[in-house]
């Protein structure tokens, strides 16, 4: 579904502009997105917690959820709650921001989960997401939080970067060396997994002493976490998607788990 109030010549073929460049931008992402088991296996083995404390300090990431509890103020205390479309058009909306929630089937069409770009092109006043309705409208969903999240970590850091921000269905271990791209995830993680749920799910044990980690997930805590995206989002691994797609939903939720587990373990958040 298109939100046709959002819509105007310059804005579409903006769009256009953007998506037309998905497949050069992300050539590495689409090599990672044709292989899901590679890049599953490669996340469930990262410490995610030596990987977000180079990237993200305690400050920074205290400053970005002031900032987002302005949209959510439940955000981190309780679940978030998927919303249809038109109710993400009207926080977009409020928040003076551009959304375009459309299907693409371009080249790499499932491969590309959506954009934000900020307002500083020359046809745009407003900051700009698009989401890719053709995912499963769970993935939707982590899509738009993920994208808000770039417009408020755009507002704590001052700076959004240059041009669009590609989020590709794939490529995780790049977003890991990007700062925008990891606190963007933070905010998406968040409110997956408020913190009540997170201490309940993953158990950090005391005798890890003084240095946290998070790499291996225990199977107890992964069997859970496949339950709670069962519920929270409709996904049932295996059961009704394409085997590749269903693999790349698998490497999202493990990317997501892992680093609310991070969170959790490194900054007690
Ligand atoms: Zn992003």
Partial sequence: MALKSERSPALDALVEEILR??????????????????????????DYVRIIRPALDYHALRAIIRETRKIWPQLNREQFRPKPLNQLAAISSDLCIH??????????????????VDKTRKVLKHPLIYLN????????Q????????HHVTTRVTGSAGDGAHYFFHAGYPNHLGEPAELAADVVASLAAYPEPLARKMFT?????????RADRLPDRAFARIREHVRKLLGFD??????????????????????LRWALLAEYEL
């Fill in 21 to 46: 460049r998905a497949h050069t931008v992300g050539r590495n992402e689409l090599e990672a997105w044709r292989k899901p088991h590679r890049e599953l296996r490669e996340l469930a083995r990262l």
């Fill in 99 to 116: 959304l375009q929630a459309a299907p693409y089937r371009g080249p790499e069409g499932m491969a590309l989960r959506g954009f934000y």
């Fill in 133 to 140: 309705t053709a995912h499963h409208p769970g993935a939707v």
């Fill in 142 to 149: 982590a899509t738009f939080m993920h994208e808000i999240g």
């Fill in 204 to 212: 950090v044990p005391r005798d890890w002493g003084l240095v946290a």
């Fill in 237 to 258: 691994f295996g059961a009704s998607l394409p085997a590749g797609q269903s693999f790349n939903y698998l490497t999202g939720m493990i990317h997501y788990a892992k």
